[in-house]
């Protein structure tokens, strides 16, 4: 087959006009995706896994609701011991976000169950009152995998709890292993999954990386 003007077709029209097709048998199944997608409410979002980047992806979250005009409310579960980036930017927003450091640290540095079983349930206090208000259109629970992990809160509550929330209220949760109720209970869900990282080879802990 010929072009228009007689010529062979060379490889790279070729190509193109492979990718073209390709690309169009692609839009009609994203578009058919998008048109049966109607459904409007309030999403369950996890960020699990050991990799890096749950907490960075639910703070993005936030913003992102807020570049939207929506409010947005903060807990953080586990993490306190020092402030964060995320926590300095947002805390100039408060009209907009709410932001409740709840957390004293790491487990491995409070070394007191007890402790810090009472911080969860008081954090977690907190969270059902951003959960109660329909004005939030957003809510961070940070790092509530791990308290959840370490039966500091009981699962079933905690889920009856988020799904009692108003019916337009989104929720992002952050930590290491989300437990499966939890899961179940979600509408999406990302698995973070380590390839490298910094910290193995002897680089610390850095403000606009990790803090």
Known sequence: MTDPDGTLPSADSERDARHKARMARK????DAKIAAAQDERGVIVITTGNGKGKSSSGFGMVIRALGHGMRAGVVQFIKGAFPSGEEMFLRRFPEQCAFHVMGEGYTW??????????KAEAAWEVAC???????VGLVLLD???IA????YLDVDKVVAD????????????TGRGA??????????????????????????????VEM
């Open 27 to 30: 839009k009609e199944v994203v």
């Open 109 to 118: 540095e409070t070394q007191d169950r007890a402790r810090d079983v009472a």
């Open 129 to 135: 009152g951003l959960l109660r208000d329909p004005a």
């Open 143 to 145: 790092e509530l995998n």
């Open 148 to 151: 959840l992990k370490l039966h």
């Open 162 to 173: 988020l799904r009692a929330r108003p019916p337009m209220q989104h929720v992002v949760i």
């Open 179 to 208: 437990p499966p109720a939890l899961i179940e209970a979600a509408d999406t869900v990302t698995e973070m999954t380590p390839v490298k990282h910094a910290f193995q080879q002897g680089i610390k802990a850095q403000r606009g």
